[in-house]
């Protein structure tokens, strides 16, 4: 069973910065491309940025040149380095496995508020 634990998280104001980790557990971590994920409300989820196990990332384009995501294959983690945050980042995010899709597990979130 995959278990996936962020953290890191707050409450920010606009242009200010966070960076959420995500330690996962029950799987090889090393062989999966992994993602970050975000839910504001009242919206579907979104895959925000990508990395494949081999370090290559792409981003949405919303995020693009602001976020950076990066992994540590030897501590299981994969981290999303949040700058310049506007109030529409506002949302809980997750780290799951990255394209094709998602696992079915999620775990419980890391909620970022960025205040105006």
């Known amino acids: 069973q995959v278990q996936l634990v962020e953290s890191g998280g707050g409450l920010v104001q606009a242009g200010g910065s966070l960076k959420l980790s995500c330690t996962v557990r029950g799987i090889i971590f090393s062989i999966y491309t992994m993602g970050w994920y975000r839910q504001a409300p009242g919206k579907q989820r979104e895959l925000v940025a990508n990395i494949t196990r081999l370090g290559s990332t792409d981003y949405a384009d919303s995020v693009k040149g602001r976020f950076t995501i990066s992994r540590d294959n030897a501590k299981n983690t994969v981290y999303l380095q949040m700058n310049s945050l506007k109030p529409e980042d506002t949302a809980v995010y997750y780290c799951?496995?990255?394209?094709?899709?998602?696992?079915?597990?999620w775990g419980q979130g890391t909620q970022v508020t960025v205040s105006s």
């Open positions: 799951n496995r990255g394209r094709p899709r998602p696992f079915d597990y």
